[in-house]
């Protein structure tokens, strides 16, 4: 079982940045889809960005030219720089896998592994 571990959240002001880091376990990193979702007190988890395996990149429209994602196979890593954060961003943010190797992600249910979530604060 993979273990993803996220770290890089804390309180920041409105129009600050933040890089948030997920370090996941294990050989086959390379071969995942790995996505950021958020959850905000009170409202369901949504989807922010997506790196495929292949380096094809999407984002949710609200952090589009604001949010960056990115990966470094060779250390199982996968960040999201956030910038010109808005109050509106401040959630538990959480590192997802795709369940399978080489697979497209379509819906938050295609991801089968999450990490622990790691708090950001934007403050206005």
């Known amino acids: 079982q993979v273990q993803l571990v996220e770290s890089g959240g804390g309180l920041v002001q409105a129009g600050g940045s933040l890089r948030l880091s997920c370090t996941a376990s294990?050989?086959?990193?390379?071969?995942?889809?790995m996505g950021w979702f958020r959850q905000a007190p009170g409202k369901e988890r949504e989807f922010v960005a997506v790196?495929?395996?292949?380096?094809?990149?999407n984002y949710v429209d609200s952090v589009k030219g604001r949010f960056t994602i990115s990966r470094d196979n060779a250390m199982n890593k996968v960040y999201l720089q956030m910038s010109s954060l808005k109050p509106e961003d401040t959630a538990v943010y959480y590192c997802?896998?795709?369940?399978?190797?080489?697979?497209?992600?379509?819906?938050?249910?295609?991801?089968?592994?999450w990490g622990q979530g790691t708090q950001v604060t934007v403050s206005s």
């Open positions: 997802a896998r795709h369940s399978r190797p080489y697979g497209s992600a379509g819906q938050t249910a295609d991801f089968g592994s």
């Open positions: 294990g050989p086959t990193f390379s071969r995942y889809t």
């Open positions: 790196i495929g395996w292949s380096g094809g990149t």
